[in-house]
């Protein structure tokens, strides 16, 4: 659940907490910075940043999509230099996904104006919501498995809580009702607005084909073996609210779910299973936040993990009580905080967190602060210079996909 941010939603633009003059949806605009002009005066109190061996591994050309408050920011860096682009400008994204296969292929889901689609890699979008009733596109994914002409059948989610599968790039739609049918359906209620509730999360497993698990904010996760066409109801043991759910190819029945069911109930934050969802274990030992939001996993170790946490939704998402933390945790050991390269608990929103197969052993991160790099498994961080547009609001980060380009 998160309270406090979506509390600011419905004020966003009538207090206009971000605003780039003259521009609109689909618009964008660019800057640049060259990471070789010298160190940052921060970087001086990390020497551990400035060592060469520090960047070892990074590709040379990577690319980022931040889901902001009011745009796409759709970063590069080339050969040490950094560009953004901000595209969709005066919408409010909540989720993107690209085609593992495809990876120019992206989608983006907003909060206000649908789902939209790009086939260059982010620099043109165009709407691909017909046929979607709902507007507010709340997790978007993409599966490996199922493929149309070589493109993944795609996955929307909405509010309220509904999931539609397209297998022509967004050109149409089902709705894949039987979701609604579930027993726990009538109880689902997401707190700001109790009277719905939407599918926060979508997981489609990259290892076996029809596998799917869906979040519902706030009441179940529940799993598909058909690709949609039926579904298995929530466990009793397994999570209520979960914001992220992470699996991993070296472990596959493995799932990884960040929840808010600590927030009540702490001790039951974290939610793991080992046999694809059918039992659900709470291994939170170590941490002292308990309302989760972001979970990443190593791409090369599916026992280390990072996961972001607060003391309650309010902490999370509201930049006037913000107050957040990054944990750690590798092999069998408790999770541990790690601070050095991320800024004070204080004044951080909850972030959101990213791994990309490309890169074994490092973790990204993005807060209001800006977006932050792990090259040494979450150990150390630092912050990406990215040079964001003279009056941009990053504020609170719905979603974080990292790609090398």
Not at 89 to 102: K, M
Not at 178 to 204: C, D, G, M, N, Q
Not at 354 to 366: D, R
Request: some cysteine; hydrophobic content about 35%; proline content about 7%.
């Amino acid at each position: 659940m998160h309270a406090g941010r979506n509390v600011l939603r419905y004020d966003i633009f009538k207090r206009k907490v971000f605003k780039l003059t003259g521009q609109q949806t689909g618009a964008s605009t660019a800057v640049e910075y060259d990471k070789n002009q010298g160190a940052r005066p921060e970087d001086e109190e990390h020497p551990s940043i400035k060592d060469s061996s520090y960047r070892k591994g990074r590709p040379t050309m990577t690319r980022i999509y931040a889901a902001l408050e009011q745009a796409l920011a759709v970063a590069q860096e080339r050969h040490g230099v950094w560009t953004v682009d901000l595209q969709l400008v005066g919408s409010q994204p909540e989720c993107i996904a690209l085609d593992t296969l495809r990876p120019q292929q992206v989608y983006c889901g907003t909060f206000d104006q649908g789902l939209w689609c790009s086939s260059d890699a982010g620099a043109s979008w165009e709407p691909v919501g017909v046929g979607i009733t709902h507007q507010h596109v709340m997790s978007v994914a993409v599966s490996i498995h199922e493929r149309t002409d070589g493109y993944g059948t795609v996955y929307a989610g909405t509010e309220p809580s509904a999931l539609y599968r397209s297998q022509d790039r967004g050109a149409s739609w089902r709705d894949l009702a039987t979701l609604r049918e579930l027993p726990s359906a009538p109880h689902w209620s997401f707190p700001p607005r109790p009277w719905t509730s939407h599918v926060r999360w979508i997981t489609v497993d990259s290892l076996t084909p029809g596998r799917i698990f869906a979040a519902i904010e706030a009441g179940a996760l529940v799993r598909s073996l058909d690709g949609g066409d039926h579904w298995e109801d929530r466990r009793p043991d397994g999570p209520f609210d979960t914001h992220t759910l992470r699996m991993h190819r070296l472990a596959p029945d493995r799932l990884y779910s960040a929840a808010g069911d600590g927030f009540m109930r702490p001790g039951n934050g974290f939610v793991q299973s080992n046999d694809g969802g059918e039992s659900w274990s709470r291994p939170d030992d170590g941490l002292s936040l308990h309302y989760l939001w972001s979970v990443a996993v190593d791409p090369a170790d599916p026992d280390t993990l990072v996961i972001s946490a607060a003391p309650g939704p309010n902490q999370a998402h509201n930049p006037a009580n913000a107050q957040s933390a990054i944990f750690r945790r590798s092999g069998a050991g408790p999770f541990q905080l790690v601070t050095e390269g991320l800024p004070a608990q204080r004044g951080t929103m909850a972030a959101v967190l990213t791994s990309n197969e490309a890169e074994p052993g490092v973790f990204y991160a993005a807060n209001n602060h800006g977006i932050f790099r792990s090259p040494n498994a979450g150990v150390i961080w630092e912050e990406l210079a990215i040079p964001w547009p003279d009056g941009i609001r990053l504020g609170h980060i719905d979603a974080l996909v990292v790609v090398p380009d």
